[in-house]
């Protein structure tokens, strides 16, 4: 028998086996490109690490785009299986609130350990800046308080008993105040007195010079000055050669020239003043008795009516004043303290206790309005953040931070069996070309 049906085979198999070897080895092979002076050996650095870049953007996109993209995520969140899951989890959770023997201070333990209290005071510190946030008060509790500000109008107007008592409580909170009207307006508003007595004079002279100015104030003083003169003989011979419309002009120039005089605003600011400190001096009680009952009720009810007029009309509780108010330091401290005794307060408490507050059809319905939450909120909450994430940024990143090695070994793990196959494959491929090139030989022959 002819040698060449035995060795060709076996030469052609282990020349097939070597290549696809070979050729396997060259996917990653070397990892870098090599040279020789000038010149790059061809075929380096291996096909992957040279195409490292684009492959890994191909996979990115694929991945990102296609199987992982936002949409069919959000899509997938609220698919009937998804959410049984959710509910069995839900459900899963309550059966383990209520068994539970774990307080509150044990979950503090088990989240801030050492720094507990730095982290509480820190935690309620947070809660309370959000709670008092602008943002916060102008879309949950500025809404709340307009809805109670206009009912509680609607309340004061129809409830007249409650005015009653309203007027009554204020009355004698007045009358039981030993302290004068000085002592208990703000400093700022007292330091104003001096200004509003200024313009109080400024507008009275204003209206005294147009009342002068008048023609039928000139007619009036021409008409005293004629009464005048017509009593008596001696008035009335002199009133012969007294022109008394020349006169009542003069009169009026006289006036006009006396309340221009700038000393006069001074002196008028003075008495207003005058008159306003002595007001100021007695005592809230001392001014309803100088006004009297009547007049005291009437200026109490008028007050009043203006104030239910103002909440109707919402510019007692104005959005404005609302944040201003509840969005000071001073609230956000009181609400900080607040909170942290708050918790003080529960943290002994055991969730089997917080259980037991509510039954188990009102926890029912609490689980069945956390998953209808859950389907209405969750596919735009999860489309958002995984648009934030950047999948397909993030694959090509961690493709491309892969040491090459190590990428070669988790490829090359992941299709062993496959990768020896085409092996052995190649080397049955040559054995099969060794074995037919000699029998195409004598056929030829």
Same mark, same amino acid.
């Given at each position: 028998?002819?040698?060449?049906?035995?060795?060709?085979?076996?030469?052609?198999?282990?020349?097939?086996?070597?290549?696809?070897?070979?050729?396997?080895?060259?996917?990653?092979?070397?990892?870098?490109?090599?040279?020789?002076?000038?010149?790059?050996?061809?075929?380096?650095?291996?096909?992957?690490?040279?195409?490292?870049?684009?492959?890994?953007?191909?996979?990115?996109?694929?991945?990102?785009?296609?199987?992982?993209?936002?949409?069919?995520?959000?899509?997938?969140?609220?698919?009937?299986?998804?959410?049984?899951?959710?509910?069995?989890?839900?459900?899963?959770?309550?059966?383990?609130?209520?068994?539970?023997?774990?307080?509150?201070?044990?979950?503090?333990?088990?989240?801030?350990?050492?720094?507990?209290?730095?982290?509480?005071?820190?935690?309620?510190?947070?809660?309370?800046?959000?709670?008092?946030?602008?943002?916060?008060?102008?879309?949950?509790?500025?809404?709340?308080?307009?809805?109670?500000?206009?009912?509680?109008?609607?309340?004061?107007?129809?409830?007249?008993?409650?005015?009653?008592?309203?007027?009554?409580?204020?009355?004698?909170?007045?009358?039981?105040?030993?302290?004068?009207?000085?002592?208990?307006?703000?400093?700022?508003?007292?330091?104003?007195?001096?200004?509003?007595?200024?313009?109080?004079?400024?507008?009275?002279?204003?209206?005294?010079?147009?009342?002068?100015?008048?023609?039928?104030?000139?007619?009036?003083?021409?008409?005293?000055?004629?009464?005048?003169?017509?009593?008596?003989?001696?008035?009335?011979?002199?009133?012969?050669?007294?022109?008394?419309?020349?006169?009542?002009?003069?009169?009026?120039?006289?006036?006009?020239?006396?309340?221009?005089?700038?000393?006069?605003?001074? =002196?008028? @600011?003075?008495?207003? *003043?005058?008159?306003?400190? !002595? &007001? +100021?001096?007695? %005592?809230? #009680?001392?001014?309803?008795?100088?006004?009297?009952? =009547?007049? @005291?009720?009437?200026? *109490?009810?008028?007050?009043? !009516? &203006? +104030?239910?007029? %103002?909440? #109707?009309?919402?510019?007692?509780?104005?959005?404005?004043?609302?944040?201003?108010?509840?969005?000071?330091?001073?609230?956000?401290?009181?609400?900080?303290?607040?909170?942290?005794?708050?918790?003080?307060?529960?943290?002994?408490?055991?969730?089997?206790?917080?259980?037991?507050?509510?039954?188990?059809?009102?926890?029912?319905?609490?689980?069945?309005?956390?998953?209808?939450?859950?389907?209405?909120?969750?596919?735009?909450?999860?489309?958002?953040?995984?648009?934030?994430?950047?999948?397909?940024?993030?694959?090509?990143?961690?493709?491309?931070?892969?040491?090459?090695?190590?990428?070669?070994?988790?490829?090359?793990?992941?299709?062993?069996?496959?990768?020896?196959?085409?092996?052995?494959?190649?080397?049955?491929?040559?054995?099969?070309?060794?074995?037919?090139?000699?029998?195409?030989?004598?056929?030829?022959?």
């Amino acid at each position: 028998m002819n040698s060449i049906y035995i060795i060709s085979p076996i030469i052609g198999g282990i020349i097939g086996y070597f290549t696809n070897w070979i050729a396997i080895k060259m996917l990653f092979r070397p990892y870098k490109k090599l040279s020789f002076g000038p010149f790059t050996l061809p075929f380096t650095p291996g096909l992957i690490p040279k195409e490292r870049a684009r492959i890994a953007e191909s996979i990115a996109t694929a991945v990102g785009d296609n199987l992982l993209n936002p949409q069919f995520l959000a899509q997938e969140a609220v698919t009937p299986d998804k959410t049984e899951a959710i509910k069995e989890f839900l459900t899963n959770k309550r059966a383990e609130l209520q068994a539970s023997e774990w307080t509150i201070e044990d979950i503090l333990e088990r989240i801030f350990k050492e720094t507990k209290e730095e982290k509480l005071a820190d935690l309620a510190t947070v809660l309370a800046k959000k709670l008092t946030s602008k943002s916060f008060l102008d879309q949950y509790l500025c809404p709340l308080l307009a809805s109670v500000s206009e009912n509680l109008a609607g309340y004061l107007v129809e409830n007249t008993i409650l005015k009653e008592r309203i007027k009554s409580s204020l009355l004698d909170s007045i009358l039981d105040e030993q302290k004068q009207l000085i002592d208990l307006l703000p400093a700022d508003v007292l330091d104003l007195l001096s200004e509003f007595a200024l313009r109080a004079a400024k507008i009275i002279i204003n209206e005294a010079t147009c009342y002068v100015q008048r023609p039928q104030t000139k007619s009036l003083i021409k008409k005293h000055i004629d009464a005048y003169l017509k009593k008596g003989t001696l008035r009335s011979f002199v009133g012969i050669f007294i022109d008394t419309t020349t006169l009542a002009d003069q009169a009026s120039e006289a006036l006009l020239s006396y309340l221009a005089d700038t000393e006069n605003e001074t =002196y008028v @600011a003075k008495v207003i *003043l005058n008159k306003v400190n !002595d &007001l +100021l001096a007695r %005592k809230p #009680s001392e001014i309803i008795g100088l006004l009297g009952d =009547y007049k @005291a009720n009437l200026v *109490l009810e008028t007050g009043i !009516d &203006l +104030l239910i007029t %103002k909440v #109707s009309q919402g510019k007692l509780f104005s959005k404005e004043l609302i944040i201003n108010l509840l969005g000071s330091e001073q609230v956000t401290y009181s609400l900080k303290r607040y909170l942290l005794k708050l918790l003080a307060q529960i943290r002994p408490l055991k969730l089997t206790s917080l259980y037991n507050y509510l039954d188990a059809k009102k926890w029912a319905t609490i689980e069945d309005k956390l998953l209808c939450l859950y389907i209405d909120k969750a596919p735009a909450f999860i489309e958002n953040i995984v648009s934030e994430f950047k999948l397909t940024q993030v694959i090509q990143d961690k493709i491309n931070s892969f040491d090459l090695a190590e990428l070669e070994e988790m490829l090359f793990g992941l299709a062993k069996k496959e990768l020896a196959a085409i092996t052995w494959l190649g080397g049955l491929l040559g054995f099969l070309m060794g074995l037919i090139t000699p029998l195409l030989r004598i056929f030829l022959d």
